[in-house]
């Protein structure tokens, strides 16, 4: 029996038995896979990765007592809710935005959904109310079902649970697996949200070295291999953005992440996935009509994909995708990961909110399904990608290629612009040896004129691991946000920028 298709997820829900009207248990996932997937290997990750802290905590007691069993009914005097009937608030409607032309993603077009205050089911009674660390029920139907379509984890205990977005689910991670003291490893440049995390748990981070597919596996091995346990512990998590990295925009190939996966059986680490950008595909040819299975097949596999031991936590978010004002992510890892992971929800962000919750059941599950969900992704990334091509192509105009060079990205929002700091006049004086004066000094001069001249781009500096100098530096460009027509103007900008800092009057 082959991998669950899109229209096997209709029959998986006939065949179920699992309810909606009570809370269910915290394995509640468990009852929207598929029967092959079941029957699949355990995992062999064992607890002895869990930190101090995360070994003794189980989770907020008095909200496991306030949880009733399936089909249960009581009279609930010892819960600390509010009387529903108090809220103030009769009915929501949710419009999803209308086109001009139907799209291939969705089933009710921009059809208005009114939730009224009862109906029993999934009302805004319930939407208001406290509700479940893992993520309300019918949400999670729809998440579980498609991480099998699209991730198809290799072992039975796999699990995934709603987070309130990947920087909540991050720190979540860091605490569950580390203590104060340890190492990750990680990409030699990499999200600043995670080092600052880390820097605040007390845990140090040891950058990769890095290529045009990302992480370098013998850079990798060789960090492991040579570890001096006078660094402190051996470090046994590896963070990873493995599409359309951030800030550079590499993203790994299957036989990429299958070297590096081999390597954390090899010496027993675990992968925190984080992988935001991993359906802005930017190389996928769209053709009319829609793309939602060809998108599907077209996807890079993921670390969860190949994790035949459980030890890979795949963080993913709506952030890129929908919006980053719903906080809400997913993530999935194996039972007793996501077991902590709800146990930390409910003493830290409790549950994602329930309207950002609501928003998403009724576009995915009502208004889009699976399919359309997919058809979405592809025609999102064609948007991008034309963003990107004309990004591209304004670099190709402007920057002096003497100074400044850079590659397309295959995945996410990003361009990373290298600038070769030997050109510079200054450079091979004595202030260009000194704690890196020169690097800093050049890169402050360029994001200060870039400014004046009207463009914001981001530093590469922010993203350094380490402060291991080469003879370039860097600046993150992203032609997500501005409007297309100012797309060309900033990257002139910028070029006119480098230009004037390095003296180049052509």
Known sequence: MGRMSISDV????????????????????????????????????????????????????????????????????????????????????????????????????????????????YDLTSVLDYGYAAGAPQLLRFITEHVELVHDP???????????????????????FCNRGDTILAEQLTYPGFLEAAELLGVAVRGIEMDAEGIKPESLSKTLRNWNEADGRKPSMLYTIPSGHNPTGTSQTYERKLEVYSIAEEHDLIIIEDDP?????????????????????????????????GRVVRLDSTSKILAPGLRAGWVTANDCIIDKFLSYHEVSTAFVNGPSQLMLYKLLEESWGHLGFL????????????????????????????????????????????????????????????????????????????????????????????????NEIGFRFTFATADESELDTGVRFFAEAVKDVFSVTH
């Open 10 to 121: 209709k029959a998986l829900r006939s065949a179920s038995h699992s309810s909606f009207a009570a809370a269910l248990s915290y394995k509640q996932y468990d009852a929207y896979k598929s029967a092959r997937s079941l029957a699949k290997p355990a995992s062999k990750i064992s607890q002895c990765h869990l930190s101090k802290e995360s070994r003794q905590f189980s989770g907020a007691s008095l909200k496991k007592m306030a949880t009733p069993n399936p089909g249960s009914v009581i009279i609930p005097l010892g819960t600390g809710r509010p009387n529903a009937e108090f809220f103030p608030w009769e009915s929501l409607v949710i419009q999803n935005e209308k086109f001009a032309d139907p799209q291939p993603w969705s089933i009710n077009g921009g059809a208005a959904h009114k939730v009224p205050k009862r109906d029993g089911i």
């Open 375 to 470: 058809n979405w992704l592809a025609d999102l990334s064609a948007r991008y990608r034309q963003r990107r091509e004309i990004m591209v192509q304004a670099c190709q105009t402007h920057l002096p290629r003497t100074l400044c060079t850079w590659s397309v990205p295959p995945h996410g929002l990003f361009l990373w612009i290298h600038v070769n700091i030997t050109k510079h006049h200054e450079f091979g004086s004595s202030r260009a040896v000194e704690n890196g004066g020169l690097h800093r000094s050049i890169e402050e001069r360029i994001m200060a004129s870039a400014y004046e001249k009207g463009v914001q781009v981001t530093n590469g500096s922010m993203f350094q691991v380490s402060h291991h100098l080469d």
């Open 154 to 176: 290799p072992y039975s205990d796999w699990g995934t649970c709603l987070s309130a977005g990947s920087t909540s689910a991050l720190e979540i991670a860091l605490r569950i």
């Open 277 to 309: 950008y991993y359906f802005l595909q930017l190389n996928f040819c769209k053709t009319s009509g829609g793309n939602g299975q060809d998108f599907l097949k077209s996807l890079i596999p993921s670390y969860v994909s190949i994790d035949t031991s």
